[in-house]
């Protein structure tokens, strides 16, 4: 038939459509809680089409939670007003003043843009910071001395994120919590993803970074783990393949899937529609550690 | 990256995907009624392209209802228990017995594999005949002389229907109703869609055709017309450009749409995936029927 | 007073209505799964009257849920496509044409007939086969060696029927599964009755038979065992009571209440509104099944 | 059969009951307000079937509530506690202290009575009186003077009495108001009756009377007139067909029928299952006033 | 400035409404069983406080239930109907006439006046008695021997509560329950909140008395014992700290604390606004029976 | 009574609680939209004040909505950040650079205090800016020529605000808009909270400011016009008894109230618990402007 001919190449990208149609059935009602930071925060390309993957996730009836990060704009602002950053063994002092700003740049900026971009992609998104509805409970983080407003999350309202997902928003979180002591406490965007998502029972923990994934060769982004049971992965940990910055992650991924949720990924969130490369294609990107030891299902 | 280089087709997927966004979006939550029948129901590899087509669309948020003919097995049927067809001016006259067969054929074989071919393919769908729930009632036809048991739709159950796809069904229909006499008749299937698209306030009636749609030159599938509106229509019907078989289909379209169906489509349903061409991509296939007079509309 | 004399018969009518509020009080809300099947077919008056019961049991409160065989059609059916039944130790070998048949009898005609009696009575019922929303999944019987696509049901959609009749229809079920392996399976009637009873934790399991009920003495209705505990009934299996038509109905009744059913019954479906007689009057008829071992309620 | 001569009378019993169907069908759902009162008050068989006739109305799914009047238990109290009673004009005089005997009589002992006989017999009833829920608002009644607290219907709770309805619940209304002034009134049975009709849009006001309905001749209980449409009724008003207790009575009807109700009917409630003669059989009984002026319905 | 000045008491008022929202916070959404009987019945100043009271805890978010005892009236009325009271060891023996008078007093005037003077006062009650929907079930007392009509409950209809409540009704209960038998049963008020209390597991059970609490010192009010457990009042009962009057009461509230009532209150009605006193200020009024033996809340 | 002698103060403290009721009863379920703003905002004992009478309004039935305004914390900012405030006739010109300091201000700090002291109080606040869930979509403001990124509202989700209200939730709004252009819009927080007030058809609007109301004397508060319907008001706008500042929230009223709003008003936010004067008591302060021109309410 020469309509064939014609449709050539709409009838290939119908069949691509089709092709992830068991991804969608395999998801079909399931949170997700992606946290969102680092290098893909810089490249409005790059945001643009997280955004994007997003936005479809919840119109193919997932349930995807954003939780994000600062990335350099606070170091920017903190600057602007003449803050010094002081470290303790390389980690922030966050007293008072700094944690304003901190809070004023995640929540009334950085918050609000990708909220806005959302909205504009087609999707409805709410912009929440720990502090709305008590959304996020910490107390101080004193793990590593007395380094000022850091916090360690101990509650979730997860009755309100449910109601909100119900009704068809998309939730983004920025990761400023409530203390218990009334103050404002920075809480560590992974930790914060991870928690949430171990409270949700979350299908999946997908941490966006600025790396493939776990390389049993740093070098080489052929190397990468591609599954790992968290069990195993508690091992690498001490082993010399994981990098300094890889460490938190990994761990806030074991905790993650201990704590209840299904899998959880460290992909590259510079990687054009790596979310949907993840959840709707059968190759995946990225490492993704699971509960099973082998995972013999099809997708 | 090298990531990029290796995930390069993936991403090209994924890209596909996220182009189909805004049809996903603009369609969410709409009615399109399927008219099924004619060539497409002979390949068993077309059958599982628009069936597939059919699940994707209810999993990402339309509410798709089918109404199917009976293609060459009521035939076959016929010929195997030896009722003779007699026609009178081209009509054939279905007596009692033939009737009985008729929806033989049609509920107990078509409609069955219809609806057992969607749950295979992930969907969930329900199977109906005009008699299930009083589906569709109707009255002997009579504007051809009395040919027998062949009935015109007098009322839906409409009630039902939503009800059906309120609870994330795929509704099947065979066109056989029941009576207000109490007997069972057969009615065109094309007329049956058009009527439940018309009462449903359907956004979309469908007819999947063996033909590319109208066309101004009939040897020249390029020439075909992509939208006109009702009225404009109305008078290609009194023009020799509609052979005699669109003639039904184009009427059946128009009356969808006078009585507020949004649109109203005659398409290829030989194509692969024409109904993913239609819907989701911006080109979309075969014939337009429309309210309006002109469509300034993005996509 | 005059009134009372020219009322009397209404009176009296009006007192056996009133005789009849106890068993609908007692019954009200509750489960009745019937498996309807047999000669009760073929009497159109009979049918008639077992239809009127049904609507008459939902419209005071109960939700009877029906399960049909097929009677003397099928085999009219293959004899007059030339489709020669084959035997083995007096199985019917059920070939892949045989079983496109029986499909087209069961839900093409029968099924068909019966939701539309009651519909004509004044009931809401839909009729159903095991591939509607995957309603019975089956896998191939073996017990009697491989004789083709009869199946046993390893599934049933227990959410689908109870939301048909929360909604206020009454579901007809043609004993018509879908297989794990897709392939369509013909199931037993009274066997597919009982399994569906079982899941719906069913108030009652009825079997509308051709005989009385379990004989004492096999020439004497009078002897009829008018209630038997599901263990006493299993020694009856082994007796000579017991004729070889009645085993398997017997079998599947102790199954249904060692599964969960409170009462299951044989009754003789040619009597005249024997479902009536069953539920809504003190002495009941033919045999009922328990739980306990002795039933002193007063009903 | 011999089956069949065993149950015999049985099967005539549920050939009655399957008889009712239509009827049963025809009213389901629908509201039924009934006033008791009278001399089917003091009979203590009669005031049991009217109840069983009502629990039954509301098992087989009508909406029965029911409006009482006093009967003779309030003149025995009123002597009894030595309150005289006073005429103006064949008028009681309804002076505080009466008023405050009136409310114990209807509210603290036939009202409760009714409740718990109701209960009794296996349905679920509420006592209620107008005060409650401020379900009767009345003023003063000055049309035959000032006679003291007696009250005239300005307002009716229906959300409430939906409520009650649609939990399932018959409610038992004793007709005593609260006023817009605060005081206590009491309000005539029947009108009270009528006005919840109307309010309710009741499909049937029923008036449980000591007489056979409106006759032609007032000494023959055959001469009856069993149909009237309410125009025709006001010209029997003015003619002396009507006896002086009956005036009142007709009156209610007729205003009940203009207010929207559908059929208001008089009939003799001392007639055993005088309601169910009534409602379910085709003969009806008394006189029914009816909005339209010929009835052509089947039931 | 002068605005301050202008304004001075009104913003004193506004300081103490703030000062109720911890309370009104604390106490939102639980249910309050209130028993109002004794000598607050006959001061209608007092009357009317306890009531507005009770239509303010419903207003601010509480569920209050309320019991009512009989007071005089009872004895008035027996009096004027030459019912002679008999006692056995100073307890009325009930007869069948006494049953209906006291009765007929408090279901059709005591529990009316309460509930009209609710509704006069903003609130939306509805008066019971344990005869509507079997709210309160009972059987014979023979605790202290046959003293004829006086009953124990044996079972409250909660569901039918809970859902008046919810409906934001406030329900007004007469203690006249039902008997087992079908006769009526007179039923202690103060046992009845009781138990009606522990079945809903309500927050608070308030005996509104004519006494202070309970006093260390009989003469001096100032003695009185604020806040005791019950198993620390269970020795008290043995004491000669409680008077004979105060003994059922104080029985009556260990065993609701017992049976899941978080707090019981033993207060003097006759102070006016006593009950807001006790669920709205900080120094709370009377005795409090817990469950803890230590309570260190801040309230 | 002694006992009344020890709680003399608590029962004086209950009486004003009782006094409430009566317009607790009238605002029940009321949407009241109350503008923050200006020097309420400095003093943190007067802040704590508002957010207490907020929390008491939501927990006695209201629907208390906030918006608030920067106060001098955006100067504090700018200057910070060494932007230049430049000015066209005494308007800021609002350009990017600006905006986005604005917002930051705004959103992620004043408006997370709010909502966290709302939250510490006990009550239950979320935080929205404009957009949100597109909570507040603008356009360019150029009735001042162009000065920026200053909007005008032109859409609210009204939807989302009803939901979050009925969900149990206080919204407290910050007035930055999502443009229509996709860029962000400083909005005036008046009028933002006067288009939200008619947007909802809430029952009052309440302007916080710094001054007693609309005064006839400028220079004595006793002078204030405690009531004026919105069409005389029209009349004052062109008077010269209306300072400058005044002028806006005067129009913003009259437009609220023409648009369906039932009552404006304009109080002086820094006496203590102006909000609950303003409710609950029957002076009420500041300025009211209504739809009617006589108010005969006895509130």
Redesign the interface.
């Known amino acids: 038939?020469?309509?064939?001919e014609?449709?050539k190449e709409?009838?290939e990208?119908?069949?691509?459509?089709?092709?992830?149609?068991?991804y969608?059935?395999k998801f079909?009602g399931k949170i997700v809680v992606i946290k969102y930071g680092g290098k893909a925060m810089d490249n409005d390309q790059i945001k643009k089409?997280i955004m994007?993957?997003i936005?479809?996730m919840k119109?193919?009836?997932l349930h995807p939670v954003i939780v994000h990060g600062g990335g350099p704009e606070i170091n920017k602002m903190l600057k602007?007003?003449n803050i010094e950053s002081k470290f303790v063994n390389g980690l922030r002092i966050t007293d008072k003043e700094t944690m304003?700003i901190v809070?004023?740049?995640?929540?009334?900026?950085i918050?609000?843009e990708i909220?806005?971009l959302i909205?504009?992609?087609?999707g409805?998104?709410?912009?929440?910071?720990g502090?709305?509805?008590?959304l996020l409970i910490a107390k101080k983080d004193i793990s590593n001395g007395d380094i000022g407003y850091v916090g360690e999350i101990v509650d979730v309202n997860k009755e309100f994120l449910i109601?909100i997902l119900k009704?068809g928003?998309i939730p983004v979180i920025a990761p400023?919590a409530?203390g218990i002591d009334?103050n404002?406490y920075n809480v560590n965007a992974d930790t914060a993803a991870g928690k949430i998502a171990s409270i949700l029972k979350a299908d999946k923990l997908i941490l966006l970074t600025d790396v493939?994934g776990i390389l049993r060769d740093r070098k080489d982004?052929?190397s990468i783990i591609s599954q790992i049971n968290y069990q195993d992965s508690k091992e690498l940990l001490n082993s010399n393949l994981i990098t300094e910055g890889m460490i938190p992650k990994l761990k806030c991924c074991i905790q993650a899937v201990e704590e209840g949720v299904e899998r959880a990924h460290i992909i590259?969130g510079?990687?054009?529609?790596s979310l949907?490369?993840e959840i709707?294609?059968k190759?995946g990107?990225g490492t993704m550690i699971t509960k099973e030891s082998y995972n013999n299902e099809n997708f």
Not at 103 to 109: C, I, P, W, Y
């Open positions: 038939m020469i309509l064939e014609i449709y709409e009838i990208k119908a069949k691509i459509l089709v092709e992830a149609l068991p969608i059935k079909s089409m994007q993957d936005v479809l119109y193919v009836g602007r007003v304003e809070e004023m740049v995640l929540v009334g900026k918050n609000k909220t806005s909205n504009q992609l087609g409805s998104a709410i912009g929440l910071s502090k709305d509805a008590n109601t009704d928003y400023c409530i009334g404002t493939a982004e052929r590259d510079r990687i054009p529609h949907i490369l709707f294609t190759k990107i």
